[in-house]
């Protein structure tokens, strides 16, 4: 094996009463291992790790055992690089398979960008490197479960860098299970220590359940950790929460509970002291952003995101994985901003970088196809150019197909995007059979969707009407209208009890009806009564210029067509030509990334300036 050979060739030494060929030191053998008691040993087929110290011999040998550690780290991974670079996936895969041996080029944390393109590419050969590793350590700590504390400390230290590894890269379920074994470790020993490391388990456990879409087990999570919270507080130790409370943030967000989202937000961000990893203050920054976004505060939510773009770049890098993340975020503030040409290259500039980093059938490049399908959906919905659009919502289709179940939550919202753009594809297509294959395909992708909402979340939850409103449109479009009239309702009664009368979900729906009353219907007096509310609830989020309002304008000049009230069709017409110009003199940023090369503010700055903008006497909020 190669790791025998390149450590033959450091150092030897002559040790009495051991065989000279078991006398090499990074590949001792147990005889020398029982003549040195002192030194820490992880034996596996006849290696050993170091972990920590150095080793004087009776005085012939003196080592820096971190520096050397560090070494074989750097020419451990060299070595399993250049089988990557030559095609030999093979052996590289047997390599990775060996948990010491992944331990080694984990340490190599440098090059951490290259690690994630030879790990991607043996997932993408069938090689399940990730279950191995998983199962492996799983195992490991079994065996170790009547150890002392110290080796278990040392197992949960580095579960944390595995399982950190594995849901980085997007492997989510088998980093469930590293950080579900370091959990049982920690639960081994009722004392202080262990419950801040069980603390810092739920944190990760919550994470990758999130990204997993197992929202139920997050919620155990979360209080799991707070019962760990609780005991340190009793016993005069307290712990910072700001990780804790962004993720659940991100849960509630997730099952869009936005107002307990918001107020937990609120709560993250009281916990940013100096001294926090920059990569826990990032991602509390995006996630009170999308906070602030579903609750129409645009103004914190751009203030928060872009210092978040700000912090990831200065302190990752342009190329990085987390970079890549806050740009998602951002464009999602863009999108719902209305600068939608900005974030269809915001979301573009995501995707490549996660391709550069993972590429192949990973799960963060299908989540930024997902999220630049729909933008560019939204982009050319005038224009009914979307083969962009397509391409990229079936190709985060055939990647989450290839790694996930079939009914996994994630599908659904891919599927919705993609039944959006067939549905247009289908209304300006003149062959009718054509049409009606591709409508029937929509209708079959938005009934999935809605079934894996519902399964998930429930009839009432914001999820599940936004799939009741797209059935509505597709069934406005396959001329079955009293359908599409339910669908619609049903959408519009969810989203006003969860959202309120006035909000943007609510007026899209409502615009929805309008239009089915207006052109299909002929009932003028109610589409007129609804294409007004829409219109209202538009300019009061979004102003004027709002994108959304030209369907409602376009949709009252034909009513008032159609009812002979000219003078009406004479004034709207005078609106949307308004509307024109002040469209042509809104968003003119050419870069949205100009924008957040610099922050005028330092990151206490913001956050304070976040905190005094809440309403006093806002009570803690409680988990539903």
């Not at 078991?22 to 170091?50: E, M």
């Not at 393109?117 to 492996?136: P, R, T, Y």
């Not at 399964?455 to 799939?467: L, P, R, S």
């Amino acid at each position: 094996m190669f790791f025998t050979a390149l450590y033959s060739q450091a150092v030897w030494c002559r040790i009495p009463d051991v065989p000279y060929h078991k006398q090499n030191v990074f590949g001792i053998r147990i005889g020398l291992a029982q003549t040195l008691p002192d030194c820490t040993f992880c034996f596996h087929k006849g290696y050993f790790s170091w972990f920590s110290g150095s080793w004087h011999p009776k005085g012939r040998l003196e080592l820096s055992l971190c520096h050397m550690y560090n070494r074989v780290s750097s020419l451990t991974f060299l070595h399993v690089f250049q089988l990557y670079q030559q095609g030999r996936l093979c052996q590289l895969g047997g390599e990775f398979c060996e948990l010491e041996v992944f331990a080694k080029v984990l340490r190599a944390s440098d090059k951490r960008h290259l690690l994630h393109h030879c790990f991607q590419a043996l997932m993408d050969h069938g090689v399940k490197v990730a279950s191995v590793l998983a199962n492996s350590f799983s195992r490991r700590c079994s065996y170790i479960a009547e150890s002392d504390a110290h080796v278990k400390e040392k197992a949960i230290q580095f579960g944390f860098v595995l399982g950190g590894f594995l849901s980085d890269a997007g492997w989510y379920g088998d980093a469930e299970k590293v950080f579900l074994s370091c959990l049982q470790l920690c639960t081994l020993h009722d004392e202080v220590l262990h419950w801040y490391r069980a603390v810092e388990c739920c944190v990760r456990l919550l994470h990758v359940r999130n990204g997993n879409c197992k929202y139920h087990l997050g919620e155990e999570t979360f209080k799991l950790a707070q019962s760990y919270m609780d005991k340190l507080a009793k016993h005069g130790h307290q712990a910072n929460k700001a990780a804790l409370y962004g993720e659940l943030c991100a849960l509630l967000f997730a099952k869009s509970h936005y107002d307990e989202a918001y107020r937990w937000c609120i709560e993250a961000m009281r916990e940013i002291t100096v001294g926090l990893p920059v990569k826990v203050v990032v991602d509390v920054l995006r996630q009170a952003s999308k906070a602030c976004v579903v609750k129409r505060e645009f103004r914190k939510a751009e203030q928060l995101i872009k210092h978040a773009v700000f912090l990831a770049r200065e302190h990752f890098g342009h190329k990085h994985p987390k970079y890549s993340d806050t740009l998602l975020d951002y464009g999602f503030y863009l999108l719902n901003v209305d600068n939608i040409c900005q974030s269809v290259a915001i979301y573009q500039t995501a995707l490549d970088i996660r391709q550069s980093v993972f590429g192949g059938k990973n799960i963060h490049v299908a989540t930024a196809h997902e999220d630049l399908a729909y933008s560019s959906y939204v982009h050319q919905y005038s224009s009914g150019k979307f083969d962009n659009a397509l391409f990229h919502a079936e190709r985060a289709i055939d990647i989450i197909t290839h790694i996930l179940p079939e009914d996994h939550l994630l599908l659904a919202s891919s599927k919705r995007v993609k039944a959006l753009i067939l549905e247009e594809i289908a209304i300006d297509c003149h062959n009718k059979e054509t049409e009606e294959r591709l409508l029937q395909e929509a209708h079959d992708l938005h009934l999935s969707s809605l079934q894996l909402a519902k399964k998930a979340f429930g009839e009432f939850n914001v999820q599940t009407a936004k799939h009741y409103g797209n059935l509505g449109r597709l069934y406005q479009s396959m001329r079955k209208f009293k359908e599409a009239e339910e669908m619609h309702i049903k959408a519009i009664q969810i989203k006003e009890q969860l959202l309120g009368q006035e909000d943007y979900e609510v007026a899209l729906s409502v615009g929805h009806l309008a239009s089915l009353y207006n052109y299909d219907m002929n009932q003028y007096d109610d589409a007129e009564r609804l294409y007004l509310r829409s219109i209202a609830i538009g300019k009061k989020l979004f102003g004027e210029g709002y994108s959304g309002l030209e369907y409602d304008y376009r949709g009252l000049i034909k009513l008032y067509n159609s009812v002979g009230n000219y003078e009406k069709v004479f004034e709207y017409h005078n609106i949307l030509s308004n509307w024109n110009r002040l469209r042509d003199r809104q968003f003119a940023v050419a870069d949205a990334l100009e924008d957040v090369n610099t922050s005028p503010q330092a990151t206490d700055q913001v956050v304070q300036s976040f905190l005094l903008s809440q309403s006093h006497g806002a009570g803690r909020p409680c988990l539903g």
